[in-house]
């Protein structure tokens, strides 16, 4: 067992390791499942206690999309040593450029979260048709060199086009024939974020990936900080890669200053 996870099982904060959950959810009451916590603000709290450095919030998708942005920013505005905000769009809603613009100019959100449509057979024109709202958001993000978290949604060809866009699949480590195909596109990482998904699969990642692009993330308050962060540190991994995954990657896409 390496040094950081020994001291982590004695109860010590790790406040020497740069820790960032890449995959947050803004905290509140989702009808049929179950939260750790509902209060965004606890949340935060909670993460702090554990040792987490900064937590990347985004909202869900709801009929109004400007609103959920709106609440993310005002949590980052609240913590804003410790709450990085992601602007969650899709291209049924809104202009998806134009409300990024928005999110990162006017409430300084810092990258973007995209989630497939659960409803999709009752969608008004299928995903992939919007090919130029999916290009515009897209040289945006280029042009700033800001990531995406996604959940389903994003194509190959979209990683394949896009190489100055880092794309995160968010719960990627469980997916092990993503992993494989997509091993090719230097802009491809994965999060840890899975309910079921053991330490090995941390060390299955990186030897798929390298250390270097896979990131540590919770998808609370779907689930535990700590229990999270007990799946990375009983990975057998060298501390070097476990920095690496814990927030040191995140950082550098993230473009935060050492």
Known sequence: MNAIAQRALKGEKLTDVLIIDFHVHLASRWTGMHM???DPYEMVRRALAVGVSKLVVFGAIQPDMRH????????ARRYPDHVIGFATVNPYQVDMAEEVRRCFDELGLRGVK????HDSEHSPAPIASYREEWDGLFAFLAQRK???LYHGI?????IRSWPQVPFVQAHGVSDVEGMRRLARYPNYHVDTASTQNPAWAVSRAVQILGPER?????DAPLDDFAQRLGVVLDSG???AEIRQILGLNAARLL???P
């Open 214 to 218: 896979v990131l540590w993330g919770t």
């Open 146 to 148: 800001a990531p995406v």
């Open 154 to 158: 994003v194509s190959e060809d979209m």
């Open 68 to 75: 959920t942005n709106d609440m993310v920013a005002e949590l």
């Open 255 to 257: 473009q935060l200053q």
């Open 114 to 117: 995209l989630h497939s449509l």
């Open 237 to 239: 991994l060298p501390e």
């Open 36 to 38: 750790v916590v509902s």
